[in-house]
């Protein structure tokens, strides 16, 4: 019996370090009212769409003026994009007038001041291990 234990014992374990931790630094937080929301994607078309009820993880905490770090752990290998609002008036959406954003708004590779960018675009490559990522935040 214990001779099956240890190789159980090491693929149980392989399984849990191929596991990747992404910590995404959001800085230009212009106020402590409302909320940030962080959704990370992994389907383009979710991102394509915005659709937080899509997105793979999403989290979701009282903002903080300046900056905040948020870790996603647990992360399979593969392609991400982040979506990141300031939902000031605390809502749960973000608000725009005529289609410009009234509200924070920010997206992987610091992208997004001309017009929202594709998933390819904003793609973050996650291998094995502990990834940094820097959103900051566009006020109009």
Known sequence: MKAYLAPLMLSVMACQTAASSLDVQIDGIRSAKGKV??????????????D?????????????QGSMRF?????????YALIVHHDENDDGRLNEKEGIPLEGYGFSQGL??????????????????????????IYQ
């Open 52 to 64: 937080m009820n899509q997105a793979k993880v999403l989290t979701i905490q009282q903002a903080i």
């Open 71 to 79: 870790r996603f752990s647990n992360l399979s290998v593969g392609e």
């Open 112 to 137: 997004g001041k001309q017009a929202a960018p594709s998933f390819d675009e904003a793609k973050l490559t996650i291998n094995e291990g502990m990834f940094d990522s820097q959103v900051r935040l």
């Open 37 to 50: 929301i962080v959704s990370l994607f992994s389907q383009s078309k979710a991102f394509a769409a915005a």
